[in-house]
Nanobody
Framework: QVQLVESGGGLVQTGGSLSVSCAAS????????VGWFRQAPGKEREFVAA????????GYADSVKGRFTIFIDNAKSTVALQMNSLKPEDTAVYYC????????????????????WGQGTQVTVSS
């Protein structure tokens, strides 16, 4: 089992920056990829970004490419998502997810490929 806990959400103005982190514990050795997803009210959960644990390969949704950066802090066993130039449409609950499917450097985009999920953290961007 892998436990994931998100932190760092909050309220920010349009154009501002925010960072959210995902702390992993438990059998992290079986984790091959970590992703961030988000869900806005009335909308389906959508992919935001992901990173392969060993190779560090990353992937982003087109809507956040160039504004968001996902990275691993190995010392803290956390995966962070740095969000810059935030827009009101970025408002959502952000979820961290971990996949135990061997990826060999592949970045998983589908939510169904992730086994473990955190509880989510709210990010609100005011206009």
């Amino acid at each position: 089992q892998v436990q994931l806990v998100e932190s760092g959400g909050g309220l920010v103005q349009t154009g501002g920056s925010l960072s959210v982190s995902c702390a992993a514990s438990g059998r992290t050795g079986s984790t091959y990829a970590v992703g961030w997803f988000r869900q806005a009210p009335g909308k389906e959960r959508e992919f935001v970004a992901a990173i392969s644990w060993s190779e560090g390969n990353t992937g982003y949704a087109d809507s956040v490419k160039g504004r968001f950066t996902i990275f691993i802090d190995n010392a803290k066993s956390t995966v962070a998502l740095q969000m810059n130039s935030l827009k009101p449409e970025d408002t959502a609950v952000y979820y961290c997810a971990a996949s135990s499917i061997p990826a060999y450097g592949t970045v998983w985009y589908g939510a169904n490929l992730y086994d473990y999920w955190g509880q989510g953290t709210q990010v609100t961007v005011s206009s």
